[in-house]
Structures are given as structure tokens and as C-alpha cells.
């Protein structure tokens, strides 16, 4: 069964807002993946990242591994219109493992 | 796209029928993956394949089978076909192994009547 848990299930943005989302585990994990996912597409890959502590950047994403290996965050800065979609983390546990993925959060564009 | 190309992108079909999927990838990677999506389930991992002639289960494996006779290509065949099965599958492709990102086709829509 599902073993990340992704929150909040489903947020609004609004233009210029700063949003956050996160996933956990009651698992240590040694990979932590996040991927944006828009209407009739497959996943694409947002970032990558390989040890407790790191903190990195593509654009406006900041992704952390958390420190207790058991979470990883994802802030989106400055949010526009396209940013909309559904955000899916992921995770490895070790060798012999498969990626485990998470149930998504579902952006929208506040009304 | 990872250059990854997914047959067809919609199928309808009624139960009891054969279906197979195909996903082919011009990346030469080695390691190829089928999963499908469901509301309140995420991704869940069908089959996968290291290699050509080398394939094992998945998660959720039951009613499915796998071909992987080139490197490029991965098959999914669903024997007869359930109304369980009505999905949106996924073929994934990684260069190195599990521990790696994975990047992934566009879908098939599947459903079954």
C-alpha cells in the first residue's frame, strides 16, 4: 500500500503567492523525487534529491530532503498560472526496493 | 518527453478481451517500468524489466503480463481484460537502476466495458 503521505491532498494559489507541500513516512528513505504532473501527460521529473539536509533549486522550486530522512518538502515561489497541476513525491528505500510514490497534491488557481 | 512513446495513448475494449500495451523508448535505457494510476491510489507498480528477457512483478501484478524482447520495446498484456483494470497506464524508463529518477511516457487510457 501506499506508504508517503502527501499534504495537503489539493491547495489554491494565487498569482505571486509562495505555496508549500510535503511528504512523509514512517520509512527512512535514502532518494527523495518530486514530479509535476499536468492534464493527459505522464509525470516529468522537477528535482532529485540524494541525502538527508539537501536543499535544492530548479527555478522557482525548492525542494529539502528532510533531516530524519522520513520527509522531503516542496516550496513553489512566486506562483503563476502554469504551476497548476498535480505534484507527486517519491521516494527509495534501499537496494533491492522499488520508488514508492505518493498520492499527489492537486494545485489549483484560486477562483 | 525522454524520448518515450506509448501505444495507444486511448484503447476501449470489452471484458474478456485481450489487450496489449506497448511502450517503446529510444534512449537505450536499460531499466523499463509499467504502472498504472487510479484516484486514491497514486502510481502503482504493475511489472518491470532490467533488461531484455528479464522481468519480474510489481505490486500489483495479478491478471498482467510482460515482454521485453528488445531493449527499446516493453509490452503490457492484460490476458481478459476486467473492468478492474480500467486505468491510465504508465511505462516509466531509468538508466541506472531503481534508486534513480525515472522518467515517464504520456499514458494509455484504458477502459474496459
Known amino acids: 500500500g501506499q506508504q508517503l503521505n502527501q499534504s495537503p491532498q489539493s491547495m489554491f494559489i494565487q498569482e505571486g503567492e509562495d505555496v508549500s507541500m510535503n511528504c512523509t513516512s514512517s520509512?527512512?528513505?535514502?532518494?527523495w523525487l518530486w514530479y509535476k504532473q499536468e492534464p493527459g501527460e505522464g509525470p516529468v521529473l522537477l528535482i532529485a534529491l540524494y541525502k538527508a539536509g539537501e536543499l535544492t533549486s530548479n527555478g522557482r522550486l525548492t525542494a529539502q530532503f528532510g533531516i530524519t530522512r522520513k520527509d522531503s518538502f516542496l516550496n513553489i515561489s512566486a506562483s503563476i498560472p502554469s504551476d497548476v497541476g498535480i505534484y507527486f513525491c517519491?521516494?527509495?528505500?534501499?537496494?533491492?526496493?522499488?520508488?514508492?510514490f505518493g498520492g499527489g497534491t492537486r494545485v489549483l488557481v484560486k477562483p | 518527453d525522454a524520448g518515450i512513446t506509448q501505444s495507444p495513448r486511448h484503447k476501449v475494449t470489452e471484458t474478456g478481451t485481450p489487450v496489449t500495451l506497448r511502450c517503446h523508448q529510444t534512449e537505450n535505457h536499460r531499466y523499463m517500468y509499467w504502472y498504472r494510476q487510479d484516484p486514491g491510489h497514486g502510481l502503482r507498480l504493475i511489472h518491470y524489466?532490467?533488461?531484455?528477457?528479464?522481468?519480474d512483478k510489481g505490486e500489483v501484478s495479478d491478471g498482467y503480463s510482460v515482454s521485453r524482447s528488445k531493449t527499446e520495446d516493453f509490452l503490457l498484456t492484460l490476458e481478459s481484460a476486467t473492468s478492474s483494470q480500467t486505468s491510465v497506464y504508465f511505462c516509466?524508463?531509468?538508466?541506472?537502476?531503481?534508486?534513480?529518477?525515472?522518467?515517464f511516457g504520456d499514458g494509455t487510457r484504458l477502459s474496459i466495458l
Open positions: 524489466s532490467y533488461g531484455v528477457k528479464d522481468t
Open positions: 516509466a524508463i531509468s538508466s541506472q537502476g531503481d534508486d534513480q529518477p525515472q522518467h
Open positions: 517519491a521516494g527509495h528505500k534501499a537496494a533491492g526496493n522499488k520508488l514508492t
Open positions: 520509512s527512512i528513505f535514502n532518494t
